[in-house]
């Protein structure tokens, strides 16, 4: 509810008024609602103001807060009546009414606003904003699209400058198959619009990993409040795993269908299973079966997000896994507050949460390749078959006639029951193309709305595709729409949003489904199950190819036939659909990434911890290694490469004929391999430089490439790196290692882990904060990240005092307050060799 008005009354008031305004802020302030609420009854009670309605107003929005709303909603009438012109009364009111149940009252008290003269909407701009926007938002949610539409234009005409509206307006034209999208609005760039696309509108709009990511990181930097995690670094000692499951879509919903049968497999002699839920409660079988599929069932729909996350740190969850994304209804800043040690995405949305909170993705290597995880802000926990569950026990109703669903019945049936806003002009295209080709076929879709409907049919009008070509199918119960795909011939995907329940839906009933897969999860989906069930040839990779493909199996039967029957055996023999062995998978690769303290008198062994991280950094960093990337950075044969720290000479051996290298390392690894060219001296670094210069160790020749590391420590990597930048040029490379801890136990000062890179990444957020004229990037390469600078100045002059201050600042910080933001402090740019070459090309 908004807060109420600040009442400062203008001179003309009574001086009354302002104390009465003044002393009930306080009693708010202190807790003291009821105070208020009392305090502003007897003032109305015996006051004749004209400005009475400003303490009606703040009445109203008191009774609000304590949940009084039959009472709310007459102060707020009576403000209206009081002074008509007032608009947050309105605004408000309407608030209220939407959230009583009562959305046609709500939309009458907005468009009240609209009804306003034009002279009071001209003084209150921001204020009729928000009402056309109020109104645009519950319509589009009552699926009245050209109505929201029609007031977002309005909106967008008075402040072009409203991201969030423009990113409504997109979807509305989505969901409704308008055609261009990105249709011209007065004041709003293309490039404007495509910047403003919504996390799942962006999945249809453009196929770019790249563009995803930064959708999601700039609604986590709108959306998501950094907080200090709740959950105890080092875990919990629980003699069985605890998961707990998070989402609002235990309901009739594509998430509660997919996984009612994950809930019940589970494995309780090792698992116990929660569900943490705000979910509506619509009475469906499958909400019942979940919710009864759960060992422990939390309903948190009536509490805050503080509260939420309070509730589950309270039932000592060891892995909390998100079914939402950024979905619809999501709510992130549970999990921003970390009330589970390791926490998971899966699911609900098909890209990158952006989220620093939360630690790993579900996946496998085909629909999130290695290539593909840079884009990704979440490490992939790789399933080694399918990532996506199913459900063997999904009810299915007779199957019904082509002629009762408006199908011909000799014809070719072409279907795609995806959600409208999935087509994209491009596509369609192509189907009108099939269609065109293969004369005696249809098109059976998905009636999603009417507008969209009309819309298809005079686009395929257009393209001389008659009406009767396309077959519309109406929202029916889950049973009877999974029969009806006994009916068609071949599924058409789309791209680059791919089909991901429905793909599932339609493989089971064992319809063959065409995909064309690209460069994102979202368009990555479809092919992953083809893949897992043997069926490559269903993957296509353009347009051209999948419109090839789709008529040819229209018009070779024998070929489809083919396909049917491996379908069908593959239903039964994959592990696609082999539900106890997607759960016994799933486990494992959770029990792999769980965080938990032995249970008392059974500590983890030395090996089994060692394992456990390397495993773990594995996952969060695949791609080459820092070592693959010295060895790429040698390549280009530098002059002269020093390396400096703890095992830096493991370096030594990648040096090739043409590069003099240098190594300062107190522990070197010297054997008979070691190139001639190479002068190693056995010291620490503070050691070294308390006898000798880098001049001498240089015979005064700058240094080209030079690796930093292995000291654990950001004070001697820091000055060894402005002792080595005195010696460098302008193409010098530097890298540093070890910089991208994986968790506040491997990224602390002091050893907590056997697996522990120390502090060395202070060193980078002190070269990037002193160091702006410095490029400084950090590459995900395994065991624990490598930073790269260039841009390097030898006659750079760093005032002692403020690195002293920096150090000082930096020296006790503790990595968990710094974990949320650590991608973009450390600069984190994909593992892609290609990339860093343009950098370096630039």
Same mark, same amino acid.
Request: glycine letters at 4%; aromatic letters at 8%; a negative charge.
């Given at each position: 509810?908004?807060?109420?008005?600040?009442?400062?009354?203008?001179?003309?008031?009574?001086?009354?008024?302002?104390q /009465?305004?003044?002393?009930a802020e306080?009693f708010?302030?202190?807790?003291?609602?009821?105070?208020?609420?009392?305090?502003?009854?007897?003032?109305?009670?015996?006051?004749?103001?004209?400005?009475?309605?400003?303490?009606?107003?703040?009445?109203?929005?008191?009774?609000?807060?304590?949940?009084?709303?039959a009472e709310?909603?007459?102060?707020?009438?009576?403000?209206?009546?009081?002074?008509?012109?007032?608009?947050?009364?309105?605004?408000?009111?309407?608030?209220?009414?939407?959230?009583?149940?009562?959305?046609?009252?709500?939309?009458?008290?907005?468009?009240?606003?609209?009804?306003?003269?034009?002279?009071v909407?001209?003084?209150h701009?921001?204020?009729?904003?928000?009402?056309?926007?109020?109104l645009?938002r519950?319509?589009?949610?009552?699926?009245?699209?050209?109505?929201?539409?029609?007031?977002?234009?309005?909106s #967008?005409a008075l402040?072009?400058?409203?991201?969030?509206?423009?990113?409504?307006?997109? !979807?509305?034209?989505q969901?409704?198959?308008?055609?261009?999208?990105?249709?011209?609005?007065?004041?709003?760039?293309?490039?404007?619009?495509?910047?403003?696309?919504?996390?799942?509108?962006?999945?249809?709009?453009?196929?770019?990993?790249?563009?995803?990511?930064?959708?999601?990181?700039?609604?986590?930097?709108?959306?998501?409040?950094?907080?200090?995690?709740?959950?105890?670094?080092?875990?919990?000692?629980?003699?069985?795993?605890?998961?707990g499951y998070?989402?609002?879509?235990?309901?009739?919903?594509?998430?509660?269908? #997919?996984?009612?049968e994950?809930f019940?497999?589970?494995?309780?002699?090792?698992?116990?299973?929660?569900?943490?839920?705000?979910?509506?409660?619509?009475g469906?079988?499958?909400?019942?079966?979940? /919710?009864?599929?759960?060992?422990?069932?939390?309903?948190?729909?009536?509490?805050?997000?503080?509260?939420?996350?309070?509730?589950?740190?309270?039932h000592?969850?060891?892995?909390?896994?998100d079914l939402?994304?950024?979905?619809?209804?999501?709510?992130?800043?549970?999990?921003?507050r970390?009330?589970?040690? /390791?926490?998971?995405?899966? #699911?609900?949305?098909?890209?990158?949460?952006?989220?620093?909170?939360?630690?790993?993705?579900?996946?496998?290597r085909?629909?999130?390749?290695?290539?593909?995880?840079?884009?990704f802000?979440?490490?992939?926990l790789?399933?080694? =078959?399918?990532?996506?569950?199913?459900?063997?026990?999904?009810?299915?109703?007779?199957?019904?006639?082509?002629?009762?669903?408006? #199908?011909?019945?000799?014809?070719?049936?072409?279907?795609?029951?995806? *959600?409208n806003?999935?087509?994209?002009?491009?596509?369609?295209e192509?189907?009108m193309?099939?269609?065109?080709?293969?004369?005696?076929?249809?098109?059976?879709?998905?009636?999603? +709305?009417?507008?969209?409907?009309?819309?298809?049919?005079?686009?395929?009008?257009?393209?001389?595709?008659?009406?009767?070509?396309?077959?519309?199918?109406?929202?029916v119960a889950?049973?009877?729409?999974?029969?009806?795909?006994?009916?068609?011939d071949?599924?058409?995907?789309?791209?680059?949003?791919?089909?991901?329940?429905?793909?599932?839906?339609?493989?089971w009933?064992?319809?063959? @489904?065409?995909t064309?897969?690209g460069k994102?999860?979202?368009?990555?989906?479809?092919g992953? @199950?083809?893949?897992?069930?043997?069926?490559?040839?269903?993957?296509?990779?353009?347009?051209?190819?999948y419109?090839?493909?789709?008529?040819?199996?229209?018009?070779?039967?024998?070929?489809?036939?083919?396909?049917?029957?491996?379908?069908?055996?593959?239903?039964?023999?994959?592990a696609?659909?082999?539900?106890?062995?997607?759960?016994?998978?799933?486990?494992?690769?959770?029990?792999?990434?769980?965080?938990?303290?032995?249970?008392?008198?059974?500590?983890?062994?030395a090996?089994?911890?060692?394992?456990?991280?390397i495993e773990?950094?594995?996952?969060?960093?695949?791609?080459?290694?820092?070592?693959?990337?010295?060895?790429?950075?040698?390549?280009?044969?530098?002059?002269?490469?020093?390396?400096?720290?703890?095992?830096?000479?493991?370096?030594? !051996?990648?040096?090739?004929?043409?590069?003099?290298?240098?190594?300062?390392?107190?522990?070197?690894m010297?054997?008979d391999?070691?190139?001639a060219?190479?002068?190693?001296?056995?010291?620490?670094?503070?050691?070294?430089?308390a006898?000798?210069?880098?001049?001498?160790?240089t015979?005064?020749?700058?240094?080209?490439?030079?690796?930093?590391?292995?000291?654990?420590?950001?004070?001697?990597?820091?000055?060894?790196?402005?002792?080595?930048?005195?010696?460098?040029?302008?193409?010098?490379?530097i890298?540093?290692?070890?910089?991208?801890?994986?968790?506040?136990?491997?990224?602390?000062?002091?050893?907590?882990?056997?697996?522990?890179?120390?502090?060395?990444?202070k060193?980078?957020?002190?070269?990037?904060?002193?160091?702006?004229?410095?490029?400084i990037?950090?590459?995900?390469?395994?065991?624990?990240?490598?930073?790269?600078?260039?841009?390097?100045?030898?006659?750079?002059?760093?005032?002692?005092?403020?690195?002293?201050?920096?150090?000082?600042?930096?020296?006790?910080?503790?990595?968990?307050?710094?974990? *949320?933001?650590?991608?973009?402090?450390?600069?984190?740019?994909? +593992?892609?060799?290609?990339?860093?070459? =343009?950098?370096?090309t630039?």
């Amino acid at each position: 509810m908004p807060s109420s008005h600040p009442g400062a009354a203008p001179q003309a008031a009574a001086p009354d008024l302002a104390q /009465v305004l003044a002393h009930a802020e306080q009693f708010i302030a202190a807790g003291q609602a009821d105070a208020a609420i009392a305090l502003y009854r007897q003032w109305l009670s015996t006051a004749d103001s004209p400005l009475a309605y400003v303490a009606r107003f703040n009445l109203a929005v008191a009774l609000g807060n304590v949940g009084r709303p039959a009472e709310a909603e007459a102060a707020y009438r009576d403000a209206v009546a009081h002074h008509p012109h007032f608009i947050p009364s309105y605004l408000n009111l309407g608030t209220l009414l939407e959230a009583q149940g009562r959305p046609e009252e709500a939309l009458a008290a907005w468009r009240a606003v609209l009804g306003l003269p034009q002279q009071v909407l001209a003084a209150h701009r921001g204020l009729h904003l928000q009402a056309l926007n109020n109104l645009a938002r519950l319509l589009e949610i009552q699926r009245r699209f050209p109505d929201a539409e029609s007031l977002l234009e309005q909106s #967008l005409a008075l402040e072009p400058k409203q991201p969030h509206a423009l990113q409504h307006w997109i !979807h509305l034209r989505q969901k409704q198959c308008k055609w261009p999208v990105f249709a011209s609005l007065p004041g709003i760039t293309q490039d404007e619009m495509r910047a403003s696309v919504s996390a799942l509108a962006g999945l249809s709009a453009h196929e770019d990993p790249a563009m995803t990511l930064d959708v999601a990181r700039r609604f986590v930097a709108e959306k998501v409040q950094a907080q200090s995690p709740l959950a105890p670094p080092h875990g919990y000692a629980h003699a069985r795993l605890r998961i707990g499951y998070l989402s609002s879509d235990f309901c009739l919903h594509p998430v509660s269908l #997919l996984m009612a049968e994950v809930f019940e497999l589970h494995d309780r002699s090792k698992v116990e299973v929660f569900g943490f839920c705000w979910s509506r409660e619509d009475g469906s079988a499958i909400r019942r079966r979940v /919710v009864g599929a759960f060992d422990h069932y939390v309903r948190i729909a009536g509490m805050s997000d503080e509260e939420a996350a309070q509730c589950i740190r309270a039932h000592e969850i060891d892995i909390l896994i998100d079914l939402h994304g950024l979905t619809s209804g999501v709510r992130p800043n549970i999990l921003a507050r970390k009330p589970a040690p /390791v926490q998971v995405t899966y #699911l609900g949305y098909p890209g990158t949460t952006g989220m620093p909170a939360i630690d790993y993705v579900v996946a496998d290597r085909f629909v999130l390749p290695e290539a593909l995880a840079p884009y990704f802000s979440e490490r992939p926990l790789y399933l080694p =078959d399918c990532f996506q569950a199913s459900d063997r026990q999904r009810p299915v109703a007779a199957v019904p006639t082509r002629a009762s669903c408006g #199908l011909p019945d000799d014809a070719f049936v072409f279907c795609s029951f995806n *959600n409208n806003y999935k087509f994209t002009p491009a596509l369609f295209e192509v189907w009108m193309n099939i269609l065109r080709t293969v004369p005696h076929s249809v098109l059976w879709l998905l009636a999603d +709305n009417e507008w969209a409907q009309a819309n298809l049919i005079a686009e395929a009008a257009k393209r001389g595709i008659a009406r009767e070509r396309l077959v519309f199918a109406s929202r029916v119960a889950p049973e009877v729409y999974l029969a009806r795909y006994r009916l068609a011939d071949l599924f058409l995907d789309t791209t680059p949003f791919n089909a991901g329940t429905t793909a599932n839906d339609a493989l089971w009933m064992g319809l063959p @489904l065409l995909t064309c897969t690209g460069k994102t999860f979202s368009s990555r989906m479809a092919g992953s @199950l083809l893949h897992a069930l043997g069926l490559p040839e269903l993957i296509t990779t353009d347009l051209t190819s999948y419109e090839a493909a789709a008529i040819r199996l229209a018009q070779e039967p024998s070929a489809l036939a083919a396909l049917r029957e491996r379908l069908e055996r593959a239903r039964r023999e994959s592990a696609v659909f082999d539900m106890p062995r997607f759960v016994r998978n799933l486990e494992s690769a959770l029990e792999d990434v769980a965080i938990r303290q032995a249970p008392a008198g059974s500590p983890l062994s030395a090996a089994e911890e060692q394992r456990r991280h390397i495993e773990a950094a594995q996952r969060r960093f695949p791609g080459p290694t820092w070592l693959e990337w010295m060895a790429w950075l040698l390549q280009r044969t530098p002059r002269l490469y020093a390396a400096i720290g703890q095992e830096s000479t493991r370096s030594l !051996h990648l040096v090739q004929r043409g590069t003099r290298a240098i190594a300062i390392d107190p522990e070197p690894m010297i054997d008979d391999s070691l190139p001639a060219w190479s002068r190693v001296y056995k010291s620490t670094t503070d050691a070294f430089f308390a006898r000798h210069t880098l001049m001498e160790a240089t015979d005064g020749d700058p240094i080209d490439l030079a690796l930093l590391g292995g000291d654990h420590a950001f004070e001697p990597v820091l000055r060894t790196f402005l002792q080595l930048e005195r010696h460098a040029h302008s193409d010098t490379v530097i890298a540093i290692r070890d910089t991208f801890p994986l968790s506040a136990a491997t990224g602390s000062s002091d050893r907590q882990s056997l697996f522990w890179l120390g502090d060395t990444w202070k060193a980078v957020y002190i070269l990037r904060e002193l160091r702006p004229d410095l490029d400084i990037v950090t590459i995900p390469a395994f065991p624990g990240g490598l930073t790269l600078i260039t841009r390097l100045d030898p006659h750079a002059k760093l005032p002692t005092e403020r690195l002293d201050e920096a150090i000082a600042r930096w020296r006790d910080a503790a990595p968990a307050n710094w974990l *949320n933001d650590l991608e973009e402090s450390l600069g984190v740019v994909p +593992n892609d060799f290609a990339q860093f070459a =343009d950098r370096l090309t630039q």
